[in-house]
């Protein structure tokens, strides 16, 4: 058996040839399929919580199977309440996986912040220190277009989601989540604060330097 | 107003400064995410470029895209590792 259950995987997707059938027709193999469908959301949310297991601070593998079976219900809900979705563009496992990895994540992410306080006030920007005094002159210029182009282009929504999300890194779904919003909507507010910024960047004539300071020149 | 002051460093300015053009929300990056790492497990890293832009724009479902990859890989019985690798830059990890 691999770290990610493969013998589950194997199981479970041997023997089944329709998903979606042996899932919806009442019967003794709409019982197994449920059984297999299970084990597949347990796998794949114990591979979330692992892979984001340093951000708990150190909890043991009792925490990880705790998160990952609470994780991995949820899941199994979503993905019957969505089964007639399933378009066969991918595995049906590759396909029933993700609802488990999204709610994991999720999971994850708002027990690693559950204590901590997430603000949407002040903002206080300062320039890393280069190598070299020049390098660290031409990062505080930028540093400070940046941050007065922050103050003066965004609205104070904008302002607030974007420093949140990528300056202090506050995970998007716990910053929704605090907010009372959708993922989609924060993500659309991101993205219309960072296209506002680089339009205006572009007509002071600061984008080229910010590109190639960011490696994408 | 506080005084907390943060770190405005050249990664964070590529950050703040990210080009996300094509729009992709969240839910459609969930819509397809599963055909699309099956496709970059099978060397197709040019397909729907507008996943690869959210990618590189939403730590999260960037990580959770890395994850699905894992475990895809997994059942395909494909070494993960060159396109994870490749992911990880794109997400800018």
Redesign the interface.
């Known amino acids: 058996m691999?770290t990610?259950g493969?013998d589950a995987?194997e199981t479970a997707?041997s023997g089944i040839v329709d998903w979606v059938e042996s899932l919806t027709v009442p019967g003794p193999a709409q019982d197994e399929a449920m059984r297999l469908l299970h084990d597949l959301m347990v796998?794949?949310a114990r591979?979330?919580v692992l892979?984001?297991r340093s951000t708990l601070g150190g909890v043991g593998l009792a925490v990880v199977e705790e998160i990952a079976n609470q994780s991995a219900d949820e899941a199994m809900m979503a993905v019957l309440r969505k089964l007639r979705t399933f378009e066969g563009?991918?595995?049906f496992?590759?396909?029933a996986?993700?609802f488990a990895?999204?709610q994991a994540?999720t999971d994850v992410?708002s027990r690693a912040w559950r204590d901590r306080d997430v603000?949407l006030?002040?903002l206080?920007?300062?320039?890393?220190k280069g190598t070299a005094p020049e390098q660290y002159a031409e990062?505080a210029d930028?540093?400070a277009v940046?941050?007065t182009a922050?103050e003066t282009e965004l609205s104070p929504h904008q302002r607030r989601i974007?420093?949140a999300l990528?300056?202090?890194g506050v995970?998007?779904?716990v910053l929704a989540d605090r907010l009372g919003a959708s993922?989609?909507a924060l993500?659309?507010t991101?993205?219309d604060a960072?296209?506002r910024?680089?339009a205006h960047?572009r007509d002071t004539g600061h984008?080229a330097d910010?590109?190639r300071?960011?490696?994408?020149s | 107003m506080n005084n907390r002051h943060r770190p405005l460093g050249p990664d964070v300015l590529g950050r703040l400064t990210l080009d996300t053009d094509p729009w992709l929300s969240c839910d459609d990056c969930f819509r397809l995410v599963d055909e699309y790492v099956e496709a970059l497990l099978a060397g197709h890293r040019d397909v729907m470029p507008p996943m690869r832009v959210h990618l590189s724009g939403c730590p999260a479902c960037a990580e959770e895209a890395a994850t699905l990859l894992v475990l895809a890989a997994d059942d395909a019985g494909v070494d993960p590792a060159a396109t994870l690798a490749w992911l990880d830059s794109v997400a800018g990890r």
């Open positions: 691999t990610l493969r995987a997707s796998r794949a591979c979330q892979r984001m563009r991918s595995r496992t590759t396909w996986y993700k990895v999204l994540a992410r603000h006030d002040g206080e920007l300062l320039a890393d990062a930028l540093a940046v941050r922050i974007l420093v990528v300056v202090d995970p998007i779904d993922r989609n993500y659309k991101l993205h960072r296209k910024l680089r960047l984008l910010i590109d300071q960011a490696g994408r």
